[in-house]
Each structure stands twice: as structure tokens, then as C-alpha cells.
């Protein structure tokens, strides 16, 4: 293939990756969701990500590159372009493959199973543009508090955040290790600090001296947070709400509770989680679940 005809599909290839990203955008559009390719800045300005530590050299997966540093407006999720501007720099990276000229590994910052770009966005556009499923890649690692999985969106970082500043507050994944408490709920991870501190409270009343933070937070999960999610597992609630976890429902459960203590002052979380699963019940019957 001699280098005009090279070009021409060059250009060509450019213009059909801008129309998949154009149609792309349309599709997130009439679908309501975004289709925005993650800014690294963002990212650890809301999850506090530690690092970077040198990995060294790498072969990850194509499709497990979901952001970049510094060119995160220039392509979408999927690594299309979005700029005219990048064309120029796009064929000539697209005409290396074409002439099967060797490119240089890119440069990844590694968060949890997704990398970032730090240098070499248009070698990974051009490279998942043409179904390459591997790339070589200096990478370096970022520490994260919280799972960080290539499907993250970017809607996703609200809660994740909230999930971050939850650890950070409470230590949960240290004093716990393998505490899973994942909430969906937007402001739910306050809720349950609030939850924290008037169980202290509570137990600095009960045993009458100071209760520490720590103290209160194993406490918290050991015999209180614990012991209502086993109910909820037994009651089978939450085969109701797939799309829900059980630290949600523990949250639903406890609000069902303060609201039947207007009436029976003295009911459990537990019999709150079973009048929860009842009272679901009925609702179904009455085909208005």
C-alpha cells in the first residue's frame, strides 16, 4: 500500500472514529446517561487517591483504560475522538499501525482495576479503534480506599466520594478488615456516621465513661449494624431489590423502625425487619409493589 492511499484511509478511519463518537454522544443522550471519559484530577480530588508508586512495565487490557490526566475532554468513554483538532496527530499514529511501525508504550496511572492516560491518548484511541486488546504501558499505581472498577462513571464519583470520606472518618476497612458497606443512596454514608456517633452517645450513658471512636465504631458495626443485616439476609428482602445493597436496606429498615417507635416503643430492629418484609408483602398483594 503506497503512502497516498495510506493517507486517505488515514483520513478516512479519523472521520469514521468521529462519527461513532458523535452517535455515541447522541445514544448516552436519548438514553440519560454520560458518555464522558474520566478526568483523573477529578478522581483524586473526590476519592483522596494516594501515590503514584512505579510498577514498572506492563501489558494491560485496552478496554480497562477509562480515563486520562490531562486529554479527558479530547475522546470519550470509549476512546473516540471528540476534537477535530486531535486529527492530525490521530492519522499519524493510525498510520503506524498501518505501516506496522513500532510505537513506544504509553505512560498509565493504575486506580484500583482501571488505568488513566498519562501520555499516549491517541495511541490508545487509535489501538481500540482497531480492536488491539493489549497495550505496553509504563504504570504507575495510585492507592484507593474504595473499589475502582473500569465500569466507574463519572455519576459514580458523588457516592464513591462519600464512601471515601466514610473510611477516612471511621476506619471500618481497618478495624474491620473485609467490612463490605457499599451504600447507593446519596447521603446515606452520613446517615450512618450520624448512626455512629448516637450509638456512642448512647454508650457513654450505658457505661458511664468516655467512649472512643474507634471503640464506637466496632461496636456499631459488631452489634448493631451486623446483627440487622443477617435479619435482613434471613427475612429474603433483598432478593426484592437486586439493584440494591444490604447497607441500603439496613438504612430502610432502621428508618422503619424509628417510624413504628411512634407506636411501639420498644420494637427491635430485628422485628422492624421483619414488619419491613410484611408490610412489603401486602403491598404486593395489593399489586401496588
Known amino acids: 500500500m503506497d503512502d497516498h492511499t495510506i493517507a486517505m484511509r488515514d483520513r478516512a478511519d479519523f472521520r469514521a472514529a468521529r462519527f461513532k463518537a458523535f452517535f455515541s454522544d447522541v445514544l448516552a443522550f436519548l438514553l440519560g446517561q454520560r458518555n464522558d471519559l474520566l478526568s483523573y484530577d477529578e478522581v483524586r480530588e473526590k476519592l483522596h487517591i494516594g501515590g503514584p508508586i512505579y510498577r514498572g512495565m506492563k501489558t494491560v487490557q485496552v478496554e480497562q483504560i477509562v480515563g486520562s490526566v490531562n486529554r479527558y475532554r479530547d475522546f470519550d468513554r470509549a476512546f473516540l475522538p471528540t476534537q477535530d483538532h486531535t486529527a492530525d496527530r490521530w492519522q499519524k499514529i493510525n498510520r503506524a499501525f498501518y505501516k506496522e511501525v513500532s510505537l513506544p508504550p504509553v505512560m498509565l496511572y493504575k486506580v484500583g482495576d482501571a488505568y488513566f492516560v498519562v501520555d499516549g491518548n491517541h495511541r490508545v484511541s487509535v489501538a481500540r479503534e482497531k480492536g ?158
Open 132 to 289: 488491539q486488546e493489549f497495550i505496553d504501558a509504563e504504570v504507575r499505581e495510585c492507592a484507593v480506599r474504595v473499589p475502582f472498577t473500569p465500569d466507574v462513571r463519572p455519576e459514580d464519583l458523588e457516592i464513591l466520594g462519600e464512601r471515601v470520606n466514610f473510611l477516612e472518618r471511621t476506619a471500618l476497612d481497618k478495624l474491620r478488615p473485609g467490612a463490605e458497606i457499599e451504600v447507593t443512596i446519596l447521603g446515606g454514608y452520613e446517615r450512618l456516621l450520624e448512626h455512629i456517633a448516637v450509638h456512642k452517645c448512647f454508650m457513654g450513658i450505658d457505661w458511664q465513661r468516655d467512649i472512643g471512636d474507634e471503640e464506637a465504631v466496632t461496636h456499631w458495626y459488631d452489634t448493631v449494624y451486623l446483627p440487622l443485616v443477617e435479619a435482613i439476609h434471613k427475612t429474603g428482602v433483598i432478593e426484592r431489590f437486586p439493584a440494591r445493597t444490604e447497607s441500603d436496606l439496613y438504612l430502610w429498615v432502621i428508618d422503619h423502625q424509628h417510624y413504628l417507635r411512634e407506636s411501639q416503643p420498644g420494637i427491635t430492629p430485628e422485628q422492624a425487619a421483619e414488619h419491613f418484609v410484611k408490610m412489603l408483602g401486602e403491598r404486593k398483594d395489593l399489586g401496588i409493589e
